[in-house]
């Protein structure tokens, strides 16, 4: 069977192995089997502390509704495997809110446990030979339009205060809402992701690190209604009073459509903090833009050194852009005199075509964004650009070698000579965390 044979790349192995259809799945695409995925995991779970635990989906079309992972564990899709969504809302149980967010980000109150969940884990995977989840998500997406919903709507997988993340080789379609959610977590690493939603839906995101340290996600092509990499880490006076930030995040190897959103988003919600985040060899391809910071008043925290180089990108609405009015709180509860601290942001070889506006950089007044670094970067216009191509308000730093020239606020440091913005040298630890070569081992359980 396909399962006697499997090898494949994984930053752990496992010990012991087994099938889905051996614990009464069926994938016929109309049985539910969230009993089968619920019972294989608790099975396996008995080999965490013993070598841990692999699930094989074989092919086929296995429905089901949420169900839990568990630590030292492998969920592996063969490459005609697709987990369908269920589209019931009963399938998913309420959950509390996030701390950080202090309600649903849909409605105020809980929210439906994603499809795929997991916390308190520790070495948990999900990989296979590019098979699909298919969040089957369009009846959320009408009744979320409608305001029928009471709660907020489930994401496709969420893995919540847990230590050694790996997801890859997979392809996820047509979330209810963000697609892979990594929360309150550390040594995350995602690659070889393909992430496809309708261009038309909001909400749909790719993948949002959040209150995460020491991540790297490369290798993913992303089509989105949302920002396709969304970078957070909580909301206003919640995510002051959790504090935790996301840093040491590393994105390289993207490629990305969002004609409605951000390549690559820092924000709205980062008020636990944002650093230390680097960027590189990004492709965007009709986006409205590159490099987007979101944040406003109330918000607190901070977003600072941000490091992104080599992007390259085609028929875009902006190519940079930062704003301090945008504008949702969770409540009204929020503190006014809580300011976001903007500053170390870097951009450096960049080229651009097609495009309506280079940057639209609004900082707060009073507030001022600051260090902001954007070195050799040419952009090439569309027929019919903005008038003001560069419009700056409450913002700081300098240009280099950029095209067409930037605002007065980004003044040339020195003419003729092009200075480099900064890009650490030194590595993050993730980048240094190497696939073994693992074969699945059968054992009855």
Not at 133 to 141: A, L, T
Not at 206 to 235: F, H, L, M, Q
Not at 313 to 321: I, L, P, Q
């Amino acid at each position: 069977s396909a399962l006697e044979d499997l090898e494949y790349s994984a930053v752990s192995c496992r010990a012991y192995s087994a099938s889905l259809d051996e614990f009464g799945g069926v994938g016929d695409g109309v049985t539910s089997n969230t009993a089968a995925f619920r019972d294989a995991v608790a099975q396996l779970s008995r080999y965490s502390d013993d070598g841990g635990g692999l699930l094989f989906v074989p092919a086929g079309r296995w429905l089901t509704g949420s169900f839990n992972l568990t630590s030292h564990f492998t969920l592996f899709l063969h490459r005609d495997a697709v987990i369908l969504a269920s589209q019931n809302e009963s399938d998913y149980e309420v959950i509390e809110p996030l701390p950080s967010y202090g309600r649903g980000r849909d409605t105020e109150g809980g929210r439906y446990i994603s499809l795929i969940f997991g916390t308190n884990l520790t070495d948990a995977i999900i990989t296979g030979e590019n098979g699909t989840v298919d969040g089957q998500g369009e009846p959320w997406w009408g009744k979320f339009k409608r305001g029928e919903l009471e709660y907020t709507r489930p994401y496709l997988i969420e893995i919540m205060h847990s230590d050694g993340i790996q997801i890859s080789n997979l392809t996820f379609l047509n979330s209810p809402s963000w697609h892979i959610h990594p929360v309150y977590s550390s040594n995350i690493l995602i690659q070889g992701l393909t992430i496809l939603a309708p261009v038309t839906v909001p909400n749909t995101d790719g993948i949002n690190p959040d209150s995460c340290t020491n991540t790297r996600i490369e290798d993913c092509y992303i089509v989105s209604g949302d920002d396709c990499i969304a970078v957070k880490s909580g909301w206003d006076e919640y995510g002051i009073k959790y504090g935790m930030p996301t840093k040491q995040l590393l994105i390289r190897r993207l490629t990305c459509i969002s004609p409605d959103s951000a390549v690559i988003a820092l924000g709205s919600e980062m008020s636990g903090g944002i650093e230390d985040v680097r960027a590189e060899d990004i492709v965007a391809i009709n986006s409205e833009s590159g490099v987007r910071i979101k944040t406003a008043i109330g918000r607190g925290g901070y977003v600072k050194d941000i490091y992104v180089r080599g992007m390259t990108m085609n028929t875009m609405k902006y190519v940079f852009w930062m704003t301090g009015n945008y504008g949702s709180h969770p409540d009204e509860h929020y503190d006014p005199e809580a300011l976001p601290v903007i500053e170390n942001i870097n951009y450096q070889d960049m080229v651009a075509e097609n495009v309506t506006m280079p940057a639209q950089l609004s900082g707060i007044p009073g507030d001022q964004f600051s260090g902001i670094c954007i070195s050799n970067v040419t952009i090439g216009l569309a027929t019919k650009p903005k008038k003001v191509l560069w419009n700056c308000t409450d913002v700081s730093g300098f240009a280099s070698g950029v095209t067409p020239p930037p605002c007065e606020l980004l003044p040339e440091k020195q003419p003729g000579t092009m200075i480099p913005c900064n890009f650490p040298a030194e590595v993050i630890p993730i980048d240094e965390v190497k696939l073994q070569r693992c074969y699945s081992r059968r054992k009855n359980v």
